[in-house]
Structure formats: structure tokens, C-alpha cells
């Protein structure tokens, strides 16, 4: 159980165009998903925290304005790239903590590669 | 930030061979522990966890060493295997505060030699 997928998988875009990235927890309800970045050979890095029915926490440095988060129901959490430039070029990856499981475990999706030409 | 690096170390083990990843973390008040696995192009895959009031937990092919004193956390992999070829990372958390998410050390390439 706890499974978590993202998609797309992949996506190319132009640059200046929107991108929205889905993360859904297949098996089980998570009122916290994580949307972390990872650059080549980099580290993942915690971009922001989405609650359900709440605005998400962005660390610092993460433009809100930039990446839009919506977690709108208990299984679903959308990521949005808008006005995506190259250096947005990134693994996108959302994580998610199952409902009523408090032992600080993350369930991970399989990523979502974003390349903005 | 806390425990990231700026490097991606590489481990280069003979297939058979016993491996050892280390990691150094930095906030003395996290509480929990993971190690994960990535494989190129993948989401991290979860390998095993410990919490603070343990030293050591064992898996299967896997061991974790958790030292608070120093703040150093490891990976033992017994006979490791070409399929162990990945990244893996370190993660901390602080289970049950306010804060819920992971975070991730610098990783460390693993790469065994057939």
C-alpha cells in the first residue's frame, strides 16, 4: 500500500507556457503532500507544502506566485509551473504522509521531469 | 538549509562486497531517520528507517547505524549486488512536530563493479 503517482512523467514545453503536474495518493488519504525539486546530481529540495483545503507553505526562496499548488481533495495535490523558463528545467517529485500514520515516513511518487526549451 | 551537500560522492564496491554509505546530519533535534534509493530517472524508494532511541536496525541485506553523538548516520549493504547500483540518500525528520517533511542529505552514487 501507500503508493503515490505523479504525472506526467515526462513533459517538454516552450518556454513562457504553463505546466500543471498532478500527485494523487492511489491507496490511501494524505492531508500533507511535499513538492520537492531535484536538479542533476543535486538533492532533493523542498520547494513547498501543501495541506488540504489549506494554502500551501513554501520555503524560502520558492516563488509562490510561480509554482501554484492546489491540493484540493485528500488524494490529489497539483503542482503548476507558470510562465515556465528553462531554468525551471527540473524532477518535480511530490511526496505524501498517509492520514493517521505519524511516524515521519514519505511516500514518494515516481517524479515528473519538466524541460522548458 | 540543513544537510545538503554540494558534492555527489561516488562508492565503488566489487559485486559481493560489503558497502558502506555514511551520512552527516546537522539538527540535533530530528528524530527519525530513512535511507532511501533512486534510481536514475526514478522517484526515491524507501530502504529502511530507525528512530532516534535506537542505535542500530537491520533489514534484509541492510543494516542502519544511527550515532546522535556525532551526528552520523550509515548504509551497511551486505553482498552487494549490480542491482544496488543507485544514489542514496540520507533523510531526517522530526516525527510528530510541526514540521512533517523529509530532509535530504547529499547523496552518495553507489556503483557496483560486475
Known amino acids: 500500500g501507500a503508493v503515490v503517482s505523479q504525472h506526467p512523467s515526462r513533459v517538454i514545453c516552450k518556454s513562457g507556457t504553463s505546466v500543471k503536474i498532478e500527485c494523487r495518493s492511489l491507496?490511501?488519504?494524505?492531508?500533507?503532500m511535499f513538492w520537492y525539486r531535484q536538479f542533476p546530481k543535486q538533492s532533493l529540495m523542498l520547494m513547498a507544502t501543501s495541506n488540504e483545503g489549506s494554502k500551501a507553505t513554501y520555503e524560502q526562496g520558492v516563488e509562490k506566485d510561480k509554482f501554484l499548488i492546489n491540493h484540493a481533495s485528500l488524494t490529489l495535490s497539483t503542482l503548476t509551473v507558470t510562465s515556465a523558463h528553462p531554468e525551471d528545467s527540473s524532477f518535480y517529485i511530490c511526496?505524501?504522509?498517509?492520514?493517521?500514520?505519524?511516524?515521519?515516513?514519505?511516500?514518494f511518487g515516481e517524479g515528473s521531469r519538466l524541460t522548458v526549451l | 538549509g540543513e544537510s545538503v551537500g554540494l558534492h555527489l560522492p561516488t562508492l565503488s564496491v566489487q559485486e559481493g562486497d560489503n558497502s558502506i554509505i555514511n551520512c552527516a546530519y546537522s539538527?540535533?533535534?530530528?528524530?527519525?531517520f530513512i535511507w532511501y534509493k533512486q534510481e536514475s530517472g526514478k522517484g526515491p524508494q524507501f530502504i529502511i528507517d530507525i528512530r532516534s532511541n535506537m542505535d542500530k536496525r537491520q533489514g534484509q541485506r541492510v543494516t542502519v547505524l544511527l550515532n546522535k553523538t556525532v551526528k552520523h548516520l550509515s548504509l551497511q549493504i551486505a553482498a552487494t549486488q549490480p542491482g544496488d547500483s543507485a544514489v542514496y540518500f540520507c533523510?531526517?525528520?522530526?516525527?510528530?512536530?510541526?514540521?512533517?517533511?523529509?530532509?535530504f542529505g547529499s547523496g552518495t552514487r553507489l556503483q557496483v563493479q560486475p
Open positions: 511526496s505524501a504522509t498517509r492520514q493517521g500514520l505519524n511516524t515521519g515516513e514519505l511516500f
Open positions: 491507496d490511501f488519504q494524505a492531508t500533507t
Open positions: 539538527n540535533s533535534a530530528s528524530d527519525y
Open positions: 533523510a531526517e525528520n522530526m516525527a510528530g512536530t510541526g514540521r512533517r517533511a523529509l530532509t
